[in-house]
């Protein structure tokens, strides 16, 4: 099993930045594949982005150019910079993780931009 904890979230305004943070803890795999998503109000839950253990990256067209998705392997942490915000960004982030053909999530954290 693997347990991921999200937090950074909060209030931010419009053109703000944020970093959030993912702690993965369990039985964490030396290969594997992190990514955020995020579910706004009456919406489904979108991809974001997503870093493999090498660092190879893919992102949304959403968050492309204002999003960046990092890895910190030691301290199995992923990371998701957050810049120039949009009120559309307001949503729940989850963090997930895959491996072994297992999908896990977090609790998520929200993130609430004002205009």
């Known amino acids: 099993q693997v347990q991921l904890v999200e937090s950074g979230g909060g209030l931010v305004q419009a053109g703000g930045s944020l970093r959030l943070s993912c702690a993965a803890s369990?039985?964490?795999?030396?290969?594997?594949?992190m990514g955020w998503y995020r579910q706004a109000p009456g919406k489904q839950r979108e991809f974001l982005a997503r870093?493999?253990?090498?660092?190879?990256?893919n992102y949304a067209d959403s968050g492309k150019g204002r999003f960046t998705i990092s890895r910190d392997n030691a301290k199995n942490t992923v990371y998701l910079q957050m810049n120039s915000l949009k009120p559309e960004d307001t949503a729940v982030y989850y963090c997930?993780?895959?491996?072994?053909?297992?999908?896990?999530w977090g609790q998520g954290t929200l993130v609430t931009v004002s205009s």
């Open positions: 870093i493999s253990s090498g660092g190879g990256t």
């Open positions: 369990g039985s964490i795999w030396s290969s594997n594949v």
């Open positions: 997930n993780c895959q491996q072994g053909g297992n999908y896990y």
